[in-house]
């Protein structure tokens, strides 16, 4: 049974950081690229991050380019993002997934990712 947990949301204010963790079980962790989407209050969810299976490869939303960064640690199962200079915008429900693939493919489409987590909240406040 796959599972995947989220964890490190709270509130912060803007300009300051935290880092997201994702904690994988059910699957050969390393055989998935594996992403991170965000969801606001009614819009849709949008892909934030996707990091290949051995972590050679990552892509980003232009919204978060040079302010997050994904990592991994296939020997713990786990998926990080770390956040920086966050900003009220970037409020959501954030959410990692695994994907059907090993090299980020139409990573941002909710389409290629097979198992969600439950999420975690972040609030940035101005």
């Known amino acids: 049974q796959v599972q995947l947990v989220e964890s490190g949301g709270g509130s912060v204010q803007a300009d300051g950081s935290l880092t997201l963790s994702c904690t994988a079980s059910?699957?050969?962790?390393?055989?998935?690229?594996m992403g991170w989407f965000r969801q606001a209050p009614g819009k849709p969810r949008e892909g934030v991050s996707c990091?290949?299976?051995?972590?050679?490869?990552?892509y980003y939303a232009d919204s978060v380019k040079g302010r997050f960064t994904i990592s991994r640690q296939n020997t713990k199962n786990s998926l990080y993002l770390q956040m920086n200079n966050l900003t009220p915008e970037d409020t959501a429900v954030y959410y990692c997934?695994?994907?059907?693939?090993?090299?980020?493919?139409?990573?941002?489409?909710?389409?290629?990712?097979?198992?969600w987590g439950q999420g975690t909240q972040v609030t940035v406040s101005s």
């Open positions: 059910g699957f050969r962790f390393d055989d998935s690229s």
């Open positions: 997934a695994r994907s059907t693939d090993y090299i980020c493919k139409d990573w941002s489409s909710t389409i290629q990712y097979t198992d």
């Open positions: 990091i290949s299976r051995w972590g050679r490869q990552t």
